[in-house]
T-cell receptor, first 115, second 115 residues
Framework: KAGVTQTPRYLIKTRGQQVTLSCSPISGHRSVSWYQQTPGQGLQFLFE???????NKGNFPGRFSGRQFSNSRSEMNVSTLELGDSALYLC??????????????FGPGTRLLVL | AQSVTQPDIHITVSEGASLELRCNYSYGATPYLFWYVQSPGQGLQLLLKYFSGDTLVQGIKGFEAEFKRSQSSFNLRKPSVHWSDAAEYFCAVGDGNTGFQKLVFGTGTRLLVSP
């Protein structure tokens, strides 16, 4: 079974631009979560989508948004990029039907550099 | 709110020696606990997880972890370290109240393996 895939793997943007990252979950997984990883703040939860609905949200400004499609693929968007948005963005998927199925499996990440 | 503490930022272990990485969590009920490993420039790979039942859990690559409720700990162990184990290790807790998908991570422990 294929793992979680994320595209693109690397991105360079300039301040003020917007960016869209994509995540394809493991087949059959309905939950997709996004995390931001930076050297200063570590791994922080952005949001989670389940069956096309945002179910959980972290403490990030409204510039960070996401969505999930009917095939469970997810995108996250960051508008008006700031230098501090430079990070590794990780996507994780899970079955999320209780118990051990809550286990999240991570993709390789998208590394975003904002200049 | 739940939290995870990994008190050791760096640990150096000789190849073939045993390893123990510490993890302490703060959470009111029975937590869902995870250990992930991250190689440079890569995503997170799940090593093992604890949901309930036997407090000693086995994972991949010869790792194990023991859940100790009285100490609020979930330490990761390996009897004999290989050079390929050099990586960063993250402990995480999932909160049933706010959503198991909203993982809270520790700051990580970077493992260095000396020859």
């Amino acid at each position: 079974k294929a793992g979680v895939t994320q595209t693109p793997r690397y991105l360079i943007k300039t301040r003020g631009q917007q960016v869209t990252l994509s995540c394809s979950p493991i087949s059959g997984h309905r939950s997709v979560s996004w995390y931001q990883q930076t050297p200063g703040q570590g791994l922080q939860f952005l949001f989670e989508y389940f069956s096309e609905t945002q179910r959980n949200k972290g403490n990030f400004p409204g510039r960070f948004s996401g969505r999930q499609f009917s095939n469970s693929r997810s995108e996250m968007n960051v508008s008006t990029l700031e230098l501090g948005d430079s990070a590794l963005y990780l996507c994780a998927s899970s079955l999320a039907t209780g118990g051990a199925s809550e286990t999240q499996y991570f993709g390789p990440g998208t590394r975003l550099l904002v200049l | 709110a739940q939290s995870v503490t990994q008190p050791d930022i760096h640990i150096t272990v000789s190849e073939g020696a045993s390893l123990e990485l510490r993890c302490n969590y703060s959470y009111g009920a029975t937590p869902y606990l995870f250990w992930y490993v991250q190689s440079p420039g890569q995503g997170l790979q799940l090593l093992l997880k604890y949901f309930s039942g036997d407090t000693l859990v086995q994972g991949i690559k010869g790792f194990e972890a023991e859940f100790k409720r009285s100490q609020s700990s979930f330490n990761l162990r390996k009897p004999s370290v290989h050079w390929s184990d050099a990586a960063e290790y993250f402990c995480a807790v999932g909160d049933g109240n706010t959503g198991f998908q909203k993982l809270v991570f520790g700051t990580g422990t970077r493992l260095l393996v000396s020859p």
